[in-house]
């Protein structure tokens, strides 16, 4: 398993997915390449505002970390650990405004729970909201952080 990826807290668990990074350092230290600006103002782009690539801040997950999760809340049988695991997870942080999909981030594509993006300014400070962040660790149980990566259609 890839240090980019979370762990449920009954299992093995890293501090940290950089090293350079401290529990308390906001996320914006893994700040995305470039900002992808929104059309603003009149609903154009203006001429400095070219698109570019999109990416997200992701939570990454492994199906054995959707798994150990459903065990240690309560889910039973393989497939409804699973699944069950990814819905509860979901539901549990709609309340924070995280979105779900598949991101590849350090060279891994994985299931992931979204917290941030750079696609609009208010997204993008999304990155910088250490209490979101620290409550989206909490569900996850999980003391690792969020690393950018790009978006994966599925």
């Given at each position: 398993?890839?240090?980019?990826?979370?762990?449920?807290?009954?299992?093995?668990?890293?501090?940290?997915?950089?090293?350079?990074?401290?529990?308390?350092?906001?996320?914006?230290?893994?700040?995305?390449?470039?900002?992808?600006?929104?059309?603003?103002?009149?609903?154009?782009?203006?001429?400095?505002?070219?698109?570019?690539?999109?990416?997200?801040?992701?939570?990454?997950?492994?199906?054995?970390?959707?798994?150990?999760?459903?065990?240690?809340?309560?889910?039973?049988?393989?497939?409804?650990?699973?699944?069950?695991?990814?819905?509860?997870?979901?539901?549990?942080?709609?309340?924070?405004?995280?979105?779900?999909?598949?991101?590849?981030?350090?060279?891994?594509?994985?299931?992931?729970?979204?917290?941030?993006?750079?696609?609009?300014?208010?997204?993008?400070?999304?990155?910088?909201?250490?209490?979101?962040?620290?409550?989206?660790?909490?569900?996850?149980?999980?003391?690792?952080?969020?690393?950018?990566?790009?978006?994966i259609r599925i």
């Amino acid at each position: 398993m890839s240090s980019s990826t979370v762990r449920p807290s009954g299992s093995h668990r890293h501090t940290a997915l950089l090293p350079n990074m401290s529990a308390d350092s906001p996320s914006t230290n893994l700040s995305p390449p470039d900002y992808v600006p929104s059309h603003e103002g009149d609903g154009q782009p203006s001429e400095q505002t070219k698109p570019r690539r999109s990416y997200r801040l992701p939570f990454q997950t492994t199906l054995e970390f959707l798994q150990q999760w459903g065990i240690d809340h309560g889910l039973t049988g393989n497939e409804i650990e699973t699944m069950g695991a990814w819905r509860t997870i979901s539901a549990k942080l709609r309340q924070y405004g995280c979105l779900r999909g598949v991101v590849r981030a350090n060279g891994v594509r994985s299931l992931s729970i979204v917290v941030a993006s750079n696609l609009t300014r208010e997204d993008l400070a999304r990155a910088n909201d250490l209490e979101m962040i620290r409550a989206v660790q909490s569900v996850l149980g999980t003391t690792e952080k969020p690393v950018w990566g790009t978006p994966i259609r599925i």
